[in-house]
């Protein structure tokens, strides 16, 4: 008995070490790798759970959430915290009975493992769907097991022969920023007058008197002008406005004028081009590193004396200036594709749905009421519903995504669910009489038998499913009639024009030649 508490022990503080590490981890790669270690010391095959889910020791039926196999063999209370906020979500009448291992889940891939990503990869566990999660700057994902012959959608991807190509997938989302990877989303694009952003971070050393340095939240200069002009009086630095969060670093992001960037020497030449003006040889980094520490410094009252860079990925200073005057957001935020029989739901959350201006700091907000709007997509999707009423439902709600602000939002945060009527004050009147039709949306229900194209101009990507085994191929395409017409299906959705081909009555009334005046120069034409 004493040789079975020692042993017992023994694991508890293996497992115990474990978790701090996987906690402690801060790249994908080592998340990965301490989630495997801890998997293996409890004897966990997380790809067979992944795949056919399991049964926890005595304590529930079959299961595809990892979590409850592992609350059922261990008891450290930081780990039961969080399992206890896990269970709380998981109860909820929206996930009722789905993480048991069903024969056929939904196999989702998201692109992109940035917050949004991953916040929409936990609704889809507590969904009980297989979801595989790919980053390429870390290579972050599942090594899932093969299923030869499987029907799906494939992709290819890099390097060849990643396991991840070997999957068949029901629904993928795109979550990898402005630039979407993922064809068929027309997108528009804002520009407003030059906007100049500059992030830092420095070491937190967590000292009695950092402790003691208040947090500045996003305060713009009408808001605040004394502190601004005295800024621009003592230091030259003039800013739009500047923000600091406090956590494992001191973070500070703020938007420069570009005069001011000049006299300081942080850009060498001025140039009309944002591009040109910013490039890196256009550029002097130490300059721009004195700039944003002396901002920082002034910004904290002149209290944050111990200024230490924190070093990037690359092992520089991580101090970063961008241009963020061009805005994009994706005319529909879904869409779905058949081939072959087979369907597959293509969806947008976070900046490649609907980027923010960044200064505003609502960005991470509404990427995750995008990812929750999305799981409940794939809830509707999962469970069969018509494709032209889900597609009518998720364009409606996107409406109200793009208007969201803290006004016309619930309050009650800790009652958000999936279920957009949680979140969103306006749903109702929307239902009433704004929603869309499923008229207006049947050009995002894709049942013809081409390429999906990508609307970017001369270069598309496409998806072909050929003979049972999709392939994806990236090709130029030029004076393409079926390109031309995919786009002009896309620009007039909105307007509750159908058409097939160019022999449409639409074209000869002139109906497309309006909607797309309208759509670009909307000063011109009103419909």
């Not at 009980?128 to 994902?141: A, N």
């Not at 068929?184 to 992030?199: D, K, Q, V």
């Not at 001369?458 to 004076?479: D, T």
Request: aromatic content about 10%; glycine content about 8%; proline content about 4%.
């Amino acid at each position: 008995r004493e040789m079975n508490d020692a042993n017992l022990g023994k694991e508890k503080k293996n497992f115990e070490k474990a978790f701090e590490s996987f906690v402690r981890s801060n790249s994908s790669r080592q998340i990965k790798k301490t989630f495997d270690s801890l998997l293996d010391q409890l004897g966990i095959d997380g790809r067979q759970v992944h795949a056919e889910g399991a049964e926890p020791a005595g304590r529930g039926r079959r299961t595809r959430l990892l979590y409850k196999l592992i609350e059922a063999r261990t008891d450290y209370w930081k780990s039961n915290e969080l399992w206890k906020k896990y269970d709380e979500r998981a109860a909820g009448p929206e996930y009722a009975n789905r993480s048991q291992g069903s024969a056929r889940p939904l196999r989702v891939l998201i692109v992109g493992s940035g917050p949004v990503g991953l916040r929409l990869s936990v609704e889809c566990a507590l969904l009980g769907f297989q979801c595989t999660v790919v980053e390429k700057r870390d290579r972050f994902s599942r090594n899932n097991p093969e299923h030869p012959g499987a029907a799906g959608w494939r992709i290819k991807c890099i390097p060849e022969g990643h396991p991840v190509a070997a999957q068949a997938f029901d629904a993928v989302v795109g979550a990898d920023g402005r630039r979407n990877s993922l064809p068929g989303f027309l997108r528009r694009e804002f520009r407003g007058r030059l906007a100049i952003g500059i992030t830092v971070n420095f070491v937190n050393y967590n000292t009695p008197d950092e402790q003691k340095v208040a947090e500045r939240g996003g305060v713009a200069f009408i808001f605040d002008q004394k502190f601004f002009l005295e800024l621009r009086r003592e230091t030259g630095i003039d800013l739009e406005n500047i923000v600091y969060y406090k956590d494992d670093t001191h973070y500070f992001v703020m938007t420069a004028k570009r005069h001011s960037l000049l006299e300081k020497h942080v850009i060498k030449e001025d140039y009309a081009d944002a591009g040109q003006l910013l490039s890196k040889d256009n550029v002097n980094f130490d300059n721009l590193c004195a700039y944003a520490k002396e901002a920082a410094y002034h910004s904290t009252g002149k209290k944050l004396t111990t200024l230490h860079f924190a070093k990037n990925h690359y092992g520089q200073p991580d101090v970063a200036m961008f241009d963020f005057t061009s805005l994009f957001h994706s005319e529909n935020a879904s869409r779905i594709v058949v081939r072959q029989g087979h369907s597959l739901l293509m969806s947008l959350v976070g900046d490649s749905l609907l980027e923010p201006f960044w200064p505003l700091g609502t960005g991470i907000a509404r990427g995750f009421l995008a990812a929750l709007d999305t799981a409940w997509q794939l809830r509707g999707y999962a469970d069969g519903r018509p494709p032209l009423e889900l597609l009518a439902e998720r364009e409606s709600v996107y409406q109200l995504l793009s208007q969201t602000t803290h006004d016309n939002i619930g309050k009650s945060y800790h009652e958000f669910t999936i279920e957009p009527g949680t979140r969103y004050c306006n749903l109702n009147s929307v239902k009433r009489g704004g929603q869309l039709s499923e008229e207006q949306v049947r050009a995002l229900y894709d049942e013809g038998s081409g390429p999906i194209y990508s609307p970017k101009a001369g270069e598309h990507s496409i998806l072909v499913v050929n003979g049972g085994k999709p392939q994806q191929k990236r090709e130029r395409i030029r004076n393409s009639a079926t390109t031309l017409l995919h786009w002009a299906q896309m620009v007039v959705q909105p307007f509750s024009l159908r058409i097939e081909d160019f022999c449409s009555p639409a074209w000869k009334d002139g109906s497309v030649f309006l909607a797309i005046v309208n759509r670009y120069k909307d000063e011109y034409v009103k419909i």
